[in-house]
């Protein structure tokens, strides 16, 4: 019998209009339909996630003093060496305005979504990501070089899960990384499409291609009861 939980990915006020520091368009007008989702299916586990940055992060462009939305070449923080370079191994990444800053109002989960996550009487977790200063994170499964694992994995494994559906901010970053680790971890994975947002809606064919490619399953709400049976 199929167990199936909600991962409720980074509803915070700095990824929201319209005073966000990262606000992503649209990203309140998901907002109440997850509320509504929370209540609507027999979930095994709802999980909210949160970004959690000390106030240097390294993925601030104010730590590197460049402009926000820049990509930057970024080392791995044990040093590994790349066998086909001899040096060691690099990432280019996007470097952000400062976000989710440990206990600051921005790093908030939104209210109205805290309300009905805190009413929820069944199992329920939450998973910070992004407090390691050295490091990148975008799933909630673990850092961008994989060195680094938050409980979301031990966590899905002991309550027995067997498939995950993905919700929230941003589908072609958050969400879309920790969608692609869960199903590597061998879960059956969806994501609910409508009931997320993007930062870059323009590239959304190429979101779906990496959902697809990895063996997540892009749904719609018809979908849903399918997995419950």
């Known amino acids: 019998m199929s167990k199936v939980a909600l991962a409720v990915i980074d509803l915070q006020e700095d990824f929201l209009p319209p005073d ?11 907002i109440p339909k997850i509320n509504k989702l929370l209540s609507k299916h027999n979930w095994a586990a709802i999980i909210n996630t949160q970004d959690w940055h000390p ?17 930057l070449q970024f080392t791995h923080p044990e040093g590994k060496i790349d066998a086909t370079t001899n040096q060691a191994q690099v990432m280019t990444q996007y470097v952000w305005p400062d976000h989710c800053v440990q206990d600051t109002a921005g790093a ?3 209210q109205s979504f805290a309300d009905a996550f805190n009413q929820i009487q069944g ?15 975008y799933s909630c499964f673990q850092d961008c070089w994989g060195l680094h694992h938050t409980e979301m994995q031990p966590y899905l494994k ?23 680790d869960c199903a590597k971890d061998g879960f059956n994975t969806v994501v609910l499409k409508d009931y997320c947002k993007s930062v870059y809606p323009d590239k959304i064919a190429e979101t779906d291609k990496v959902y697809t490619d990895a063996g997540v399953r892009i749904v719609e709400d018809k979908d849903l009861d399918a997995l419950f049976k």
Request: proline share 1%.
């Open 20 to 30: 966000g520091s990262l606000a992503i368009a649209d990203g309140r007008s998901i």
């Open 158 to 180: 002991e309550k027995g899960i067997t498939d995950v559906v993905f919700v929230g901010l941003a589908y072609d970053f958050c969400v879309m990384n920790s969608a692609v």
């Open 108 to 110: 908030a989960l939104e």
């Open 123 to 137: 199992e329920k977790t939450n998973v910070k990501k992004g407090y390691l200063v050295d490091r990148e994170y």
């Open 55 to 71: 106030h240097n992060h390294i993925s601030f462009a104010s730590t590197h003093g460049v402009a926000p939305y820049s990509q």
